[in-house]
């Protein structure tokens, strides 16, 4: 192993920029060696933030460098899964943004490609990494809510009639806001009480034209399921929540009820959760332990940067710690898979008007 990782940049837009780049400044033993960007000006701008000069238009280009031992893909949804099976045949490791895929399949031959070759593989399921969801997955593996009986996620924002590039084109990002905003709490589902069986979800276009620009895609979406263990889930997303406000200080709300107890996640108060006991008269707010506030093995201080902004670092500690540690990242993209077969899955039931099964992978 050489003594430092290299990472290579593929897609330096928004999210390359805003949690990739400080994320991977966080590790003493990686750092960013290569950029690439189809867009010249992005690569540019890349370029003079992060003093890489090692840069090109051609992700081909990049994975034939050696500088490069791995990658983090953030580039718009079409070109994950093609760049992806590039980099882990150039024995690249891949930490991809979510959805990793336009459909399962394709997020199928990546996991496969990706075990045959040995490469960690990641996916970017960043609110994972915020500590209330942290805290609460681990609340639930020490079974705090007895049976469980309920799953339920909101994330309402208000992005209104504005733009949002290729966000809203279908064959560039393969659905609206299920792809890009509920994929995140189908991953919570699944982290917090494991698989679904069947699905039954509605998508709905509000909007045909933002600015200009046909819009093809989702605003809202709504799935309702059963688990594997018994449970009910009831998730709902949406673009159009007006008043709402938008990013950290919208409505983002996970909670779980169960036969002692429920737990409430909310993005916007990520050092706390609430607790609702048996017997008890309401929710109370109880803080985090302090060993819950950074990911294990995380050098960051989670009190220097706005709580709702930092957490994101930990991602990237949590694949070079991975790849140092020679094990598999969590979330992988196993994980990326599963969600998108109930991605895969609320799109069919919302064409058939049926229920869907969910077959385990
Ligand atoms: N994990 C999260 O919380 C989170 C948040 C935002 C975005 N995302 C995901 O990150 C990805 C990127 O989103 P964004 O908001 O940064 O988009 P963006 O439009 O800001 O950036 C994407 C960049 O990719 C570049 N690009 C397009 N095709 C390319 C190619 N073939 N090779 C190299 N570069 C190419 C574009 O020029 C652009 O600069 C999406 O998959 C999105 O869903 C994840």
């Known amino acids: 192993m050489k003594s430092k990782i290299g990472i290579g940049l593929i897609g330096c837009g928004g999210i390359a920029l805003a949690n990739h780049v400080p994320g991977i400044a966080l590790s003493p033993v990686a750092r960013i060696t290569a950029l690439c960007d189809a867009d010249g000006a992005v690569l540019n701008r890349a370029s003079e933030q992060t003093g ?10 990049l994975l034939a460098m050696d500088s490069v031992d791995a990658v983090i893909i953030a580039t718009p949804n079409l070109f994950h899964a093609p760049i992806a099976l590039a980099a882990i045949k150039a024995g690249k490791h891949v930490l991809c943004e979510k959805p990793i895929a336009m459909n399962a399949p394709e997020a199928a031959a990546m996991c496969d ?8 593989h990641m996916t970017a399921f960043t609110y994972r990494f915020v500590p209330a969801m942290r805290y609460m997955a681990h609340l639930l593996s020490t079974g705090a809510i007895g049976v469980p009986y309920h799953f339920r996620a909101q994330r309402f924002q208000d992005w209104g009639m504005r733009s949002i590039g290729w966000r809203q084109v279908a064959r560039m990002a393969g659905s609206g806001e299920l792809g890009d905003m509920l994929s995140h709490r189908i991953d919570f589902a699944h982290l917090l009480f494991g698989g679904f069986t ?3 979800a509605s998508l709905r276009k509000y909007i045909d034209v933002r600015e200009g620009q046909a819009s093809d895609l989702d605003d809202w979406v709504s799935i309702l399921g059963s688990f594997e263990n018994g449970a009910t889930g009831v998730l709902e ?6 008043g709402g406000g938008e990013g950290g200080r919208s409505r983002d709300l996970c909670e779980v009820n169960g036969s002692e107890g429920s737990l409430v996640y909310e993005l916007g108060m ?7 006991k048996k017997g008890g008269s309401g929710f109370e707010t109880v803080s985090l332990p302090k060993e819950f506030l950074t990911l294990p093995g995380s050098n960051r201080d989670p009190h220097a940067t706005d709580p709702l902004v930092g957490f994101r670092y930990d991602q990237d500690v ?3 710690q991975a790849i140092l540690e020679q094990r598999d990242c969590r979330p992988s993209f196993v994980d990326g898979l599963r969600a998108q077969i109930v991605m895969d899955a609320a799109m069919e039931s919302d064409r058939t008007k049926q229920w869907v099964k969910i077959r385990p992978c």
């Open 113 to 120: 490609e990706a075990r045959k070759a040995g490469v960690r």
């Open 318 to 320: 949590e694949f070079i």
């Open 52 to 61: 890489v000069s090692s840069k090109t238009s051609r992700y081909e280009e």
């Open 198 to 200: 069947e699905i039954v």
């Open 270 to 276: 990520p050092f706390h959760i609430r607790v609702g």
């Open 237 to 242: 997303s949406s673009k159009l929540v007006t």
